[in-house]
């Protein structure tokens, strides 16, 4: 089965990282464009873990995770080795509304990781549903290479002119034909 597109407004969302390894940095990378409401909870850290804890000021306990630790959170990432801690941590979260994230173990998540661009207002995903990252991987790249460098400049300035004129047919006709210039001088 598919995973849904969705995507999460994240400003009063708390998230917890359990995991401090190469991974648990790569996952805490795609997370800082959205969030830094981040602790992270891990015996052991990577120095790249440990450099976008001390960049974001993140918070950080060095211990191990204890049951219970996801109180309170939102969103949690199990970022480890250990499948038994994945399974765990998915049971624990299932008699509340938190969502999980384990790290290639799709049986135990609630949501996946997409591969996405991210270029002001412009995001843009790509999912296998689990089946291959590394296929998401090359066509986000293929799509980074092709949308142009300018594209935030302009969501902006058509997100002003949204507040600034009236909504109706006339309105739509207008960003209508902005877009249409746009992709027409930058998508040849």
Same mark, same amino acid.
């Given at each position: 089965m598919?995973?849904?597109p969705?995507?999460?407004d ?9 995991g401090?390894?190469?991974?648990a940095?790569e ?6 464009? $959205?969030t830094n409401? *981040?602790?992270?909870i891990?015996? #052991? @850290? /990577?120095s790249?873990t440990? =450099?976008?804890?001390q960049?974001?000021v ?8 204890i049951?219970?630790d996801?109180e309170g ?5 199990v970022a ?12 624990e ?19 996946? $990781?997409?591969?996405? *661009?991210?270029?002001?207002?412009? #995001? @843009? /995903?790509?999912s296998?549903? =689990? ?5 998401s991987k ?6 980074e290479?092709?949308i ?12 002003k ?5 009236p909504k109706?047919?006339?309105r ?5 034909g902005?877009?249409?210039n746009?992709?027409e001088?930058?998508?040849?």
């Amino acid at each position: 089965m598919a995973f849904f597109p969705m995507y999460v407004d994240m400003d009063n969302l708390r998230v917890l990282v359990v995991g401090g390894g190469v991974v648990a940095s790569e996952k805490l990378q795609k997370l800082l464009d $959205f969030t830094n409401n *981040i602790t992270v909870i891990s015996t #052991n @850290i /990577s120095s790249e873990t440990k =450099g976008l804890i001390q960049e974001y000021v993140l918070c950080y306990e060095e211990r191990a995770y204890i049951c219970g630790d996801i109180e309170g959170y939102d969103i949690v990432i199990v970022a480890t080795d250990t499948i038994e801690l994945h399974k765990a941590i998915y049971d624990e979260s299932r008699s509340s509304r938190i969502l999980v994230n384990s790290v290639d173990n799709t049986a135990y998540c609630d949501f996946i $990781f997409p591969s996405y *661009i991210k270029q002001g207002d412009l #995001n @843009i /995903s790509f999912s296998t549903s =689990g089946a291959s990252p590394a296929f998401s991987k090359q066509i986000r790249q293929y799509f980074e290479r092709v949308i142009p460098n300018d594209v935030g400049d302009f969501l902006e300035k058509m997100k002003k002119l949204r507040r600034e004129l009236p909504k109706g047919k006339a309105r739509m006709q207008k960003f209508d034909g902005m877009v249409r210039n746009y992709m027409e001088k930058n998508f040849k």
